[in-house]
C-alpha cells in the first residue's frame, strides 16, 4: 500500500490495515514543495516504528531528481526493510543506490519505462550483486512513455507484464502488479486482481485502504487449491512413490514439477493463517 510520506494521519492509520508492505511514497504522492518534509516524514515513521508484522518501503525520488541525492541518504540513515527506486532502466541504474544502503536494507526497484523492458534479463542478472529482491511494476509510467490506453484487462500492456514476471522469476525476484486507479471500482479492481494473480505476480500495489481486502482474497490461495496441493504433497510422500516423477492423484496425472509448486502454495498458505 503506497502512503504519501507527508501525510501523518495516513501513516499512523497503516500500522493497523491488512497489508504485507506499506511504501511511504516521496516521489509521485508528494508535491514538490512538500518533499523536505515528507522526506523528514517518512524518516521519523520509520524510527518510530509499530508497524508490526508490515515490511516498510520508502521510495525516494530518482538520483536524476533534484531530491533524489538527499532522499537517498536519508533513508539509509532510517533503515527501512527497503528502498523503492523509480524509473529504473537496467542494471547500471542499481549501483549508486545499493552503495549508499546499509547491509540490512534490501533494494527494490520500479519497472516502469519503455527502456527497461529491452533490459530486464540483465537487471534480473545483477539482482545479487545490488541486493536487489523485489521488482514493482509502475504501469502508469509505462503506458505514459508507450502511450497507449490500458482498460481494466490492459491489453496493450499483456506482453510488457508478462515479459516482467518471466525476469522475476528467472532471477528468483519478488514481483508486485502495478496499482489499480479507480479507487471506487471494486468489481474492476477485483477482475485486475485476479488477471495479476493469474499472470503470476506476487502481489498488488494500491493507493487506498479499501483496495487491501480485495487485493489479498485475489492474492491468497482457494481453499480448494490448499486442499488439492495438501493432497498432492501426501501422494508423493507416500512411501510408494519416493522415486517416481510421475504419479495419478484423483485420476489427474501430477508430476515432480507440481509438487514443488504445491508446496510453494502451502508455505503461502501457512504464512497468510499465521497472521
Known amino acids: 500500500l503506497y502512503m504519501p510520506a507527508a501525510n501523518a494521519r495516513a501513516i499512523e492509520k497503516a500500522k493497523d490495515l491488512d497489508c504485507d508492505v506499506v511504501i511511504l511514497d516521496l516521489e509521485d504522492a508528494v ?33 536524476s531528481t533534484e531530491w533524489g541525492k538527499a532522499d537517498l541518504a536519508a533513508a539509509a540513515g532510517a533503515r527501512p526493510d527497503a528502498v523503492l527506486a523509480p524509473k529504473v532502466d537496467g542494471p547500471g541504474d542499481l549501483a549508486a543506490y545499493a552503495a549508499a544502503l546499509p547491509p540490512e536494507t534490501a533494494l527494490w526497484a520500479m519497472v516502469e519505462t519503455c527502456a527497461v523492458l529491452f533490459g530486464l534479463d540483465a537487471l534480473g542478472a545483477a539482482a545479487a550483486e545490488n541486493r536487489l529482491t523485489t521488482l514493482v511494476v509502475g504501469t502508469n509510467d509505462l503506458a505514459k512513455e508507450m502511450r497507449c490506453r490500458p ?25 508486485l502488479d502495478g496499482v489499480y486507479n479507480e479507487i471506487e471500482d471494486d468489481q474492476g479492481l477485483a477482475r485486475q486482481c485476479a488477471q495479476g494473480a ?32 495438501r493432497k498432492v504433497v501426501e501422494a508423493f510422500d507416500s512411501p510408494e512413490n519416493t522415486d517416481r516423477g510421475v504419479i495419478r492423484v484423483e485420476g489427474r496425472m501430477v508430476e515432480r514439477l507440481h509438487l514443488g509448486e504445491a508446496r510453494r502454495l502451502l508455505a503461502v498458505a501457512q504464512a497468510i493463517a499465521a497472521d
Open 31 to 63: 508535491a514538490p514543495d512538500l518533499k523536505a518534509e515528507a522526506r523528514e516524514a517518512a524518516c521519523a515513521a520509520v524510527r518510530a516504528g509499530g508497524f508490526g508484522r508490515r515490511e516498510v518501503v520508502i521510495r525516494v525520488n530518482a538520483l
Open 151 to 175: 482498460e481494466v484487462e490492459r491489453t496493450p500492456l499483456l506482453g510488457p507484464l508478462s515479459l516482467m514476471v518471466a525476469a522475476a522469476r528467472a532471477h528468483g525476484l519478488a514481483i
Open 198 to 229: 493469474a499472470f503470476g505476480f506476487d502481489g498488488k500495489t494500491l493507493i487506498h485502504p479499501r483496495q487491501i481486502e480485495t487485493a489479498n482474497r485475489a492474492f491468497s490461495p482457494a481453499p480448494e487449491e490448499v486442499e488439492w496441493s
